[in-house]
């Protein structure tokens, strides 16, 4: 249920990641009769339909454009570094590699179950990332 929740948090972060921890957890009920151990554990499965659930939310919300900032003076630099408007900037699945992995804590094996995806491709995905945030910090 950590897990669930935390991935539910990363990958839609303007949505209510208790109901979307519900709506996977009811689901996934729902649909028990298809898990196969021979694809994965259990605990891959509820997070791939996790991560199924916070994109359908993420598909609904619709952000309100925020204020801008009325602060005066320039940040600091490091201030200025803003990772999720960064990861915003990565394709689908490399944001989702990357929040699996990294903000989830999730091993590349469980990535992968969760991706549906080789666990080859999700190293490439994640050292892909890497290189494609480190091109846009130094954009900057």
Same mark, same amino acid.
Request: proline fraction near 7%.
């Given at each position: 249920?950590?897990?669930?929740? =935390?991935?539910?948090?990363? +990958?839609?972060?303007?949505? %209510?990641? !208790?109901?979307?921890?519900? #709506?996977? @957890?009811?689901?996934?009920?729902?649909?028990?009769?298809?898990?196969?151990?021979?694809?994965?554990?259990?605990?891959?499965?509820?997070?791939?339909?996790?991560?199924?659930?916070?994109?359908?939310?993420?598909?609904?919300? =619709?952000?309100?454009?925020? +204020?801008?900032?009325?602060? %005066?003076? !320039?940040?600091?630099?490091? #201030?200025? @570094?803003?990772?999720?408007?960064?990861?915003?900037?990565?394709?689908?699945?490399?944001?989702?590699?990357?929040?699996?992995?990294?903000?989830?804590?999730?091993?590349?094996?469980?990535?992968?179950?969760?991706?549906?995806?080789?666990?080859?491709?999700?190293?490439?995905?994640?050292? %892909?990332?890497?290189?494609?945030?480190?091109?846009?910090?130094?954009?900057?």
């Amino acid at each position: 249920m950590p897990a669930m929740a =935390r991935l539910a948090a990363r +990958l839609a972060p303007y949505g %209510d990641r !208790d109901d979307i921890v519900q #709506e996977a @957890l009811a689901r996934a009920w729902s649909k028990r009769k298809q898990f196969d151990p021979r694809r994965g554990t259990p605990s891959g499965w509820l997070l791939a339909i996790t991560a199924d659930q916070a994109r359908k939310a993420t598909r609904r919300y =619709r952000p309100v454009e925020a +204020l801008p900032d009325q602060a %005066d003076g !320039d940040p600091h630099p490091d #201030e200025r @570094l803003d990772l999720s408007a960064l990861m915003g900037r990565l394709p689908a699945r490399q944001r989702l590699a990357v929040d699996c992995y990294y903000f989830v804590g999730l091993s590349v094996g469980e990535t992968a179950i969760v991706m549906r995806s080789p666990e080859g491709t999700v190293k490439w995905m994640l050292s %892909d990332a890497r290189r494609r945030l480190r091109d846009l910090i130094e954009e900057r």
